[in-house]
């Protein structure tokens, strides 16, 4: 148990779908991430929150969409995906972005588009 | 842009022996570099890290060498154990944009 909780664990969802995927961390933490993990690949930063507040956008396609509400609550809105954008998105918290440190991570949600 | 390149992607060595596994980073204003390790099913989980000021440091049978003019670190399990077995990630640390540059990983598998 690493503190962060992500909902669902698995998703399918057809190209036309709408969804989101939850992330909830009881760290007392102020930056949560969205990462993408594709195999043998380097994980994918999508998004950073730094006190509720988005700090990064790594060009990521407006079909996914983040929301922070407030510094313990992530999501991330999904509609109209990609076959291509079948994979495992982790979320993480950790201290403040701009100091570097532990990441702790989510165990993940793998989505499958159709 | 910047990148860290991981090698080997799969290591097999027998139960007991040592693993080595080994990062280059391109931006030599990488101050940070941790190690995570990810179990099947699970999140990746930090295991060691190390800072830019340090060139080794070692918690009981993990290790991480740091050599900052060659631009690369390594991770170092000694007399491993069938639990050892996981994807391991390097990644580095810009302080420029506050981000984790990852490598691709590295699958460890035990032999008994």
């Known amino acids: 148990e690493t503190g962060v909780t992500q909902t669902p664990r698995h998703l399918v969802m057809g190209m036309t779908n709408k969804k989101s995927l939850k992330c909830e961390q009881h760290l007392g933490h102020n930056a949560m991430y969205w990462y993408k993990q594709s195999a043998k690949k380097p994980l994918e930063l999508m998004f950073v929150y730094n006190f509720k507040e988005q700090t990064e956008n790594n060009s990521v396609p407006s079909r996914f969409s983040p929301e922070c509400p407030n510094s313990s609550h992530l999501f991330l809105h999904l509609h109209t995906l990609q076959p291509e954008d079948s994979a495992l998105y982790l979320c993480?918290?950790?201290?403040?972005?701009?100091?570097?440190?532990?990441?702790?991570f989510g165990e993940g949600s793998r989505l499958t588009v159709l | 842009g910047e990148n860290v390149e991981q090698h080997p992607s799969t290591l097999s060595v027998q139960e007991g022996d040592s693993a080595v596994i080994k990062c280059t980073y391109s931006?030599?204003?990488?101050?940070?570099f941790p190690w995570y390790k990810q179990e099947l099913g699970k999140g990746p989980q930090l295991i060691i890290d190390?800072?830019?000021n340090v060139g080794e440091k070692k918690d009981q049978r993990i290790a991480v060498t740091l050599n900052k003019t060659a631009k690369h670190f390594s991770l170092h399990i000694t007399e491993t154990q069938p639990e050892d077995s996981a994807v391991y990630f390097c990644a580095a640390h810009m302080d420029s944009n506050y981000q984790l540059i990852w490598g691709a990983g590295t699958k460890l598998i035990i032999k008994p």
């Open positions: 993480a918290s950790s201290q403040p972005a701009a100091v570097p440190g532990e990441l702790f």
């Open positions: 190390i800072r830019s």
């Open positions: 931006d030599s204003a990488s101050n940070y």
